[in-house]
């Protein structure tokens, strides 16, 4: 299967999600009936639980971007003084719009995809955490929603220590996967096993900053060699024959559902 790879590490600025001819090339590419699979990790860093965390230090001067507290809905992003969204945040949002919208065109042609990120941490969350309960992922984004309803999407969690060497040197790193149903089978097969079983406390913590000044998180947001072997296994794996009727029959009982 030829892969499109989309990666500022390869192409630069012609891989710029945020760039509106890249993201039109993205829309048509995903759009086109030869589109089988989307694979899709986009940068987390305004819906970042370590921003909600209640913390001294640096940790204290980093406000969420977003936040979800009853009543009081700000998932698409806290404006500023000036009434305005964050640039950082209206980017942000606008990515997850493309992602979704390549995803739900793939499945729409029969295809199937998988959405990689942080998992969300406020209330009502799979694996919440204490005193993060406004936190939003980018799961809760509207566009991701309006995707897991119309595609009938899974969830898995799983813990990336799992897929490297040595748990001294890495963090536990949740992890959660959006997925088209048909896609089901083999991700639980490849990812539901990869539950943390290290001893408390042997993993080092993914908050703060390193010596180097950058945030400790960054340093792992390549993936391990083992889960690009797992991915790579799933996209390859032959689905049950649907052929685009069926995806797209499923897409439009999931839009009478939403
Ligand atoms: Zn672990």
């Known amino acids: 299967m030829p892969v499109v790879h989309v990666d500022l590490k390869r ?3 012609a891989h710029d999600l945020h760039s509106a001819p890249v993201a039109a090339r993205i829309r048509a590419i995903a759009g086109d009936p030869r589109c089988r699979r989307v694979l899709g990790s986009i940068p987390c860093t305004t819906w970042s ?3 909600s965390a209640p913390g001294e230090g640096w940790l204290s001067h980093s406000k969420p971007m977003r936040r979800c507290s009853l009543g009081d809905d700000r998932r698409t992003g806290v404006p500023g003084p000036d009434g305005k969204l964050p640039e950082a945040v209206e980017k942000a949002n606008a990515c997850a719009d493309l992602l979704a919208d390549a ?9 199937d995809y998988i959405i990689e990120t942080t998992p969300s941490r406020g209330r009502g969350a ?5 005193g993060r309960e406004d936190h939003v992922g980018m799961l809760d984004h ?3 929603v309006k995707l897991a309803g119309t595609t009938g999407a899974h969830v898995l969690h799983f813990d990336q220590c799992m897929t490297r060497d040595d748990p001294e040197l890495c963090p536990e790193k949740k992890t959660v996967l959006l997925y088209s149903p048909r896609l089901a089978a083999v991700i639980t097969r490849e990812f539901a096993p990869l539950m943390c079983n290290h001893s408390a406390g042997v993993h080092p913590s993914m908050l703060g900053l390193s010596s180097g000044g950058e945030a400790r998180s960054s340093q792992w947001e390549q993936y391990s060699s083992n889960m690009n072997a797992r991915l790579a296994r799933c996209l390859g794996h032959e689905s049950a ?6 995806g797209a029959r499923a897409a439009a009982a999931g839009a009478e559902r939403a």
């Open 126 to 130: 799979a694996y919440p955490i204490r």
């Open 11 to 13: 192409g630069g600025y």
């Open 241 to 246: 024959p649907a052929g685009g009727a069926v």
């Open 103 to 111: 995803c739900a065109s793939c499945f729409g042609n029969g295809g």
């Open 142 to 144: 509207p566009s991701m």
């Open 49 to 51: 639980p370590a921003r």
